[in-house]
């Protein structure tokens, strides 16, 4: 697939990737333009990329990329923010909870808390482990994008029939597949996932690629403020969308950069949608990995060409 990245806002570009913070990026978006908002913020607790702040300041600059992304959302669009717990001194604020009102004041309506359940992380001591965070799911009105078709996951028994009345017979289950639900079982990228790379939270693809099939169409828009190493942008561009994203860390950026590339070219390894998560009492044959370090070599010239002076950039297999 042949696709135009550009670092600065251009309308027919299909990966606009800008190395910068998001704060000042935002305001180039056109008003209405961009479908899905979908974004893990830092969450304020000491990470590599992240310096700790007041939670009053914290508020107020999750405040203005919200106020921002609200703004650039079509009004059939749909804004997901994907968080876990602020920490302090062994104390949890859940920062959906913290962060609510500013979705609220913006009047848009709350369609899913989705509870994104997955396998791994600290082992907590004095108070039991963390092992979910949650996406919460917001539409800016009442007539929004909802594709629930390409998301369907397989039934329990995919053949069951009624067994009496009218429709003895007949199939009692959408043969297509079932809701997924709101409760999400994906694995989160650790060490041994196909896709992990140097990160330290990045999202894995298939979260990402449900929301992406489920709130946009194809050409769509979709943006992540706090793209890091472009999970989101990966998942956008597999499946024939466009994509916004920013990154303040130069080594994430051009890691997404790459990842993107490799993506339009076809050859990005991700674990795909609907494979079962490892189940240690059974035949796991399926969930054996392949190492996924020759991805991680870098398209220097081409990521400092994107980024230095604005210049665009034509990637074709
Ligand atoms: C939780 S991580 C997101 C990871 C991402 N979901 C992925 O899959 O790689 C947050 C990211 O936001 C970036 N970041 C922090 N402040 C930023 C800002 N003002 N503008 C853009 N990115 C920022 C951090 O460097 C970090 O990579």
Known sequence: MMIKITNEYEKDSDAIIH????????????????????TSPPYNIGKEYEKKVDLNNYYKSQEK???????????????????????????????DILLFPIFQKNQLKLRNRIIWHFGHGLHASKRFSGRYETILWFTKSDHY???????????????????????????????????????W??????????EKTVHPCQFPVELIERLVLSMTNPKDFVFDPFMGVGST???????????IGCEIMEEYYEIAMNRITLSSKGTLKTRPM???????????????IENNKSQSVLFKDTVNGVRNGNQTKIFSS
């Open 19 to 38: 190395y910068g913070s998001c704060y000042d990026f935002v305001k180039k978006i056109p008003s209405k333009s961009v479908k899905l908002v979908v």
């Open 65 to 95: 990329i919200i106020d921002d992304s609200v703004r650039i959302l079509t009004d059939d669009g749909s804004i997901c923010w994907q968080i876990g717990n602020y920490v302090e001194n062994s104390e949890i604020i859940p920062l």
């Open 145 to 183: 994008t909802f594709n629930l078709d390409p998301v369907r996951v397989p039934q329990k028994y995919p053949n069951k029939k009624h067994f009496k009345g009218p429709n003895k017979g007949k199939l009692s289950c959408n043969p297509l597949g079932k809701n997924p639900s709101d409760v």
């Open 185 to 194: 079982e994906i694995p989160n990228v650790k060490n041994n996932h196909i």
């Open 233 to 243: 942008a990966v998942a956008a561009i597999k499946n024939n969308r466009r994509t």
């Open 274 to 288: 609907h494979k079962p998560v490892y189940n240690p009492n059974k035949d796991n044959t399926e969930n054996k």
